[in-house]
């Protein structure tokens, strides 16, 4: 490794990095060409470095990295005038589809990319690329009796739209391929010039399911940009609200898992379940899935002081229920049969793509936002991180179980220790820019934002963790039969949309 | 796994019941299907949803539908896994340039005499979505339109409100 840095920060100071103005709570560092290929060989060199971003603007390319043995994130900012720039594809996988997006929403060109293919871009955008325009190129599949079967970009059930492509030996899938980018609605550019609270509004629509995990991430890059904080009232009402959104996601996935193998008695069960956390989220904050209630400043609205009791309930029921629910899930053998040893995501794959959530702490990468990079109130509340090493579907059901019991536990401590006081903070109008890691129930989201100096939003980037996980997907699905990837998709409920941007 | 059976026998269904029709839907019904052919649908109502761009936010309460709660298909009322068993598109999101063809297609396959039914505000105009190069715009941009569900996103007791008034207009005019 080039400087023989070990540390990220380190290594960035030798590689000749300098810091950037005002962008907190991490620094930002510009290199130069000779700096940024420095960082690609390092990156190439070392694991314990995860590529949290990539991401561009006109003339720019920026990377937010994360030193995992330090816990310490920086982002990576180069010129590129001429809008070419060495790509980092080759060191980290990961980089694959954010160089390809990158060139389909912003002329960038990453000189060494393996794939040059248009990811987003279609070639159905009035102000699309040329590159786009010629029929896109699948990948080959040689071999004697191979089929494929196409599916997409309409799904047979409620789904997002996405293109998947399989190659099969029989009933063995060889090759999947995915295409993305269907629900494109160009969000960063809808983001750029907006007043803070309309692109916070975007924000919580970046993926439906997440729209308090966005909103969060999002509201914490802006009080980052602005150097301020939300009070400690709305810190906490963040967490409940988070919370209440993991376990109704988890609740609901893990039911789908179920349903996937054929048994949708837990199915059944865990829509009844989810459906009255949704409204108890509707009691308490007036919007069953909680939009637009975290905002940049701190809560739109407080908590209704009626709901609070019927959370309580709602978790004691929820404390009985879930171990109920495992024990169906653990002593089915119909189920097991399907679910153990199904989908298998190894835990080396799974580090260099850096991907989180259950995908990553399925298959025994310990990260979560709200340890590792933590933010209030979680280092003030008690809880474990599930980590399992199998990478399986089971795997991934498991994790969404054991998170479930640890967010009720939070979600005790956050009713408990509720601080009386302001729900949020009238925000200055100033330029910065700011970063936020927020764990959202799929894995951690990352934003990026820059203010102007009326308070505008010159430039946003929301990065769902999806962008790390639907590579993986791939890789999972391989040498199993067609029949399963219903159930190993459900597994990483991936979003499309939060991709798709 | 006995004890959860057992339990959910003796307490019962969980099942409520439903709302009324949604007035404003049987409105705007009404004066659509004036000189429509007749439909022949009975009580019964097949369903293919199509995500033509949403964030997934109508596709999470689309879902609920089926849960226990609402439990959609007493009704009559199902969804189907192909446009060519279907009465009913139920589209959401404001219509993405990448879905434009996808979502024509399908209406495509889908025998008459249809229904689309655009559900959640990005599926009426393109909500907060429109006016980006990457948006068409509302549904009815692409495929005609017949009845209007409102919400961001809207609960699942205001969409099966629009469906119950789509089933009953359609009984209506048999």
């Known amino acids: 490794m080039p400087g023989q840095a070990r540390d990220l920060r ?17 620094p930002r560092f510009t290199v130069d060409l000779a700096g940024w290929r420095r960082l690609a060989e390092a990156l190439a060199g070392t694991e314990t ?10 003339e720019q390319v920026h990377a937010a990295l994360l030193d995992e043995a330090a816990n310490a994130v920086a982002v990576v900012s180069l010129a590129c005038p001429d809008r070419h720039f060495p790509a980092l594809s080759g060191a980290r996988p990961a980089a694959v589809r954010l160089e390809r997006a990158m060139r389909d929403l912003f002329a960038l060109e990453a000189d060494g990319a393996a794939d040059k293919r248009a990811w987003l871009d279609h070639g159905k955008w009035p102000v699309g ?7 896109y190129e699948y990948l080959p599949v040689e071999g004697e009796g191979l089929h494929v079967i196409p599916v997409g970009p309409v799904h047979a059930g409620i789904i997002e739209p996405g293109y998947f492509r399989f190659a099969a030996s029989g009933e063995t899938v060889v090759r999947l391929e995915e295409r993305l980018g269907y629900v494109h609605k160009g969000i960063e550019g809808l983001m750029a010039g907006r007043p803070i609270a309309e692109a ?29 904080e939300a009070p400690a009232r709305a810190h906490y009402l963040r967490a409940l609200m988070a919370e209440l959104e993991r376990v109704a996601n988890h609740l609901g996935d893990f039911g789908a898992i179920c349903n996937d193998v054929s048994f949708p008695l837990i199915h059944a069960h865990c829509g009844a379940w989810r459906e009255r956390v949704l409204r108890a989220a509707d009691a308490a904050f007036g919007h069953r899935l909680m939009m637009d209630r975290v905002v940049p400043g701190g809560v739109a609205r407080d908590i209704d002081p009626a709901a609070a009791p019927g959370i309580r309930a709602l978790v004691l029921d929820l404390r009985h229920e879930v171990p109920r629910l495992a024990s169906v899930y653990e002593e089915k053998a119909s189920i097991q049969d399907r679910t153990v040893a199904t989908g298998v995501v190894s835990p080396a794959l799974v580090r260099r793509f850096a991907a989180g959530g259950f995908v990553g702490r399925g298959a025994g990468r310990a990260f979560d936002a709200r340890r590792n990079a933590p933010y209030p109130p979680y280092d003030k509340l008690a809880f474990d991180v599930p ?34 006081g302001p729900i949020a903070l009238s925000l200055p109008a100033a330029a910065g820019e700011g970063a936020a890691l927020v764990e959202g129930f799929r894995g951690e989201v990352f934003a990026w934002v820059r203010l102007d100096a009326e308070g505008r939003v010159a430039r946003a980037r929301p990065r769902d963790p ?21 159930v190993c998709n459900k597994s990483f409920n991936c979003s499309y949309s939060g991709h798709d941007l | ?3 959860l059976l057992s339990r959910a026998l003796l307490k019962g269904p969980l099942t409520e019941a439903a709302p009324a029709a949604d007035p404003e839907g049987l409105a705007e019904l009404a004066r659509k299907l004036q000189g429509a052919a007749a439909a022949r649908l009975g009580r019964s109502l097949a369903i293919r949803e199509v995500d033509a761009g949403s964030c997934n936010g109508c596709e999470l309460e689309i879902h609920a539908l089926n849960n226990p709660i609402y439990d959609v298909e007493r009704f009559g009322i199902r969804f189907v896994a192909s446009p060519r068993h279907a009465d009913v598109l139920l589209v959401t999101g404001p219509v993405t340039h990448n879905m434009a063809v996808a979502l024509e297609r399908t209406w495509r396959a889908t025998p008459g005499p249809k229904w689309v039914v655009a559900t959640g505000d990005c599926a009426l105009d393109g909500g907060c979505f429109a006016g980006s190069y990457a948006v068409v715009g509302g549904v009815d941009k692409v495929v005609p339109v017949d009845l209007r569900i409102k919400g961001c996103p809207p609960r699942p007791r205001d969409i099966l409100a629009g469906l119950l008034a789509l089933l009953e ?4 005019k048999r």
């Open chain 1, 10 to 26: 380190s290594f960035l100071t030798v590689a000749g990095a300098r810091l950037a103005a005002a962008h907190r709570p991490w």
């Open chain 1, 129 to 135: 690329g040329e590159h786009a325009k010629a029929p």
């Open chain 1, 387 to 420: 980590v399992l090493a199998e990478g399986d579907v089971d795997a991934r059901a498991w994790i969404r179980l054991r998170e479930i019991e640890q967010s009720l536990g939070l979600i005790g401590q956050v009713l408990d220790a509720l601080p009386e």
């Open chain 1, 200 to 228: 916070a509004k975007l924000a919580a629509r970046v993926s439906g399911d997440s729209a308090v995990a966005h909103s969060l991430a999002f509201a914490r890059a802006v009080e980052a940009a602005l150097g301020t």
């Open chain 1, 49 to 58: 470095w995860a590529l949290l971003d990539l991401w561009g603007e006109p």
């Open chain 1, 466 to 486: 999806s962008w790390l996980q639907w590579p993986l997907l791939e890789a999972a699905v391989r040498d199993n039969i067609v029949a399963d990837f219903p």
């Open chain 2, 1 to 3: 796994m006995l004890r």
């Open chain 2, 169 to 172: 207009t359609a009984e209506g």
